[in-house]
Nanobody, 125 residues
Framework: QGQLVESGGGSVQAGGSLRLSCEASGYTWAFNVAAWFRQAPGKEREGVAAIYSGLGGTHYADSVKGRFTISQNNAKNTLYLQIHSLKPEDTAVYYC??????????????????WGQGTQVTVSS
């Protein structure tokens, strides 16, 4: 049974940077789409960034465009999320997710069947 394991979260001050990693253990990184979601207390899980295989490209939520960059290293079975200019409103548990489904919508968490356990990001003002 494979699993996705996130790392790289932490507590930072506003304006700081983090790089989150998500390593696939027991899987070959050949998903149709991989994404990062986040969930703040009392809020719904939201998609922040996704990357599709082939020519599908990358997608970002409007709230993170220009600050977040998603990438993947298939040889290392790892997904990354580089975050710059962190804001207090970025505070949340960040989850990586992946789907084999060709029609998975990057922003819809219900379309993803593989999930990591989450990593906490806390941004102080």
């Amino acid at each position: 049974q494979g699993q996705l394991v996130e790392s790289g979260g932490g507590s930072v001050q506003a304006g700081g940077s983090l790089r989150l990693s998500c390593e696939a253990s027991g899987y070959t990184w050949a998903f149709n789409v991989a994404a990062w979601f986040r969930q703040a207390p009392g809020k719904e899980r939201e998609g922040v960034a996704a990357i599709y295989s082939g020519l599908g490209g990358t997608h970002y939520a409007d709230s993170v465009k220009g600050r977040f960059t998603i990438s993947q290293n298939n040889a290392k079975n790892t997904l990354y999320l580089q975050i710059h200019s962190l804001k207090p409103e970025d505070t949340a548990v960040y989850y990586c997710a992946a789907s084999d489904w060709y029609a998975a919508k990057w922003f819809d968490h219900t379309d993803f069947e593989y999930w990591g356990q989450g990593t906490q990001v806390t941004v102080s003002s």
